[in-house]
């Protein structure tokens, strides 16, 4: 009888274990869910200050862009935390492939590539990441 009060509590404890296990995978997958999220919340916040047309690939009017540029640098700048997460391996892989892709498809609209060059020529050395990613055409 003892060895199989024994085995119980061995086995309740393994189980136990396991438990403790999973929710703490399970709350640690969370927070790795929230901070990406504040991401897409932050680059939605940013994206209602560009013009529609910017978004679209359009060009806009020269007062417009220089209206807009400082949103484009914002983005620009949460482009690169991103790309710094991900370096770091703070953002999931299929998260990360999201993201790019967006970053890929912004950087070929003619507001966003000017912008870009613009930025890159003004920051000096910063926006390390995303030059990686983008190298600026000097």
Known sequence: MTDLLSALASLGTTIGVFVAAWQLWLAHRQSVTNFEDSFAK?????ATKLP???LL???ISEDEY???FE???????LCNEQAFHHKIGRVTPSTWVFWCDGMKSNLARPV?????KEVCKRSGKDFAELRELFPCDD
Do not use: I, Q
């Not at 949103?71 to 700048?77: A, G, K, N, R, V």
């Not at 966003?112 to 870009?116: E, Q, S, T």
């Open 42 to 46: 932050e680059y939605r916040e940013l």
């Open 66 to 68: 220089k209206r807009v």
């Open 57 to 59: 690939g359009e060009d």
């Open 112 to 116: 966003f590539k000017r912008g870009w």
């Open 52 to 54: 529609a047309a910017a």
């Open 71 to 77: 949103h484009l640098y914002h983005y620009f700048d």
